[in-house]
Nanobody, 118 residues
Framework: VQLVESGGGLAQPGGSLRLSCAASGFTFNTYHMSWYRQAPGTEREFVATIPPSGSFLNYKDSVKGRFTISRDNSKNMVYLQMNNLVPDDTAEYYC????????????WGRGTQVTVSS
């Protein structure tokens, strides 16, 4: 199983980044896919999730209206479009896969760093 994130980097406040996660080694179109993040000195926190069907999206309150999660089951990819970035969005961002019925993610990526700074 592999989850490989990409697309992180440095962005200015108000800017945008698009994160991608390439999945392999499991039946992607049956898993809930999520993004989490962890800033230095803090616990990892939930950001967004998308079910296998791509409907009923769920977001952390502070990113609603700014971030959009999406998936392409034909390519085994999940994305996080991040707009209007703020410094508090600075964190390592992780892709995660959760099997239906599991309480927590079964698989994690290694993360991609997002830094928002002027």
């Amino acid at each position: 199983v592999q989850l490989v994130e990409s697309g992180g980097g440095l962005a200015q406040p108000g800017g945008s980044l698009r994160l991608s996660c390439a999945a392999s080694g499991f039946t992607f179109n049956t898993y809930h896919m999520s993004w989490y993040r962890q800033a230095p000195g803090t616990e990892r926190e939930f950001v967004a999730t998308i079910p296998p069907s791509g409907s009923f999206l769920n977001y952390k309150d502070s990113v609603k209206g700014r971030f959009t999660i999406s998936r392409d089951n034909s390519k085994n990819m999940v994305y996080l479009q991040m707009n209007n970035l703020v410094p508090d969005d600075t964190a390592e961002y992780y892709c995660a896969a959760r099997q239906p019925g599991s309480l927590s993610p079964n698989y994690w990526g290694r993360g991609t760093q997002v830094t928002v700074s002027s």
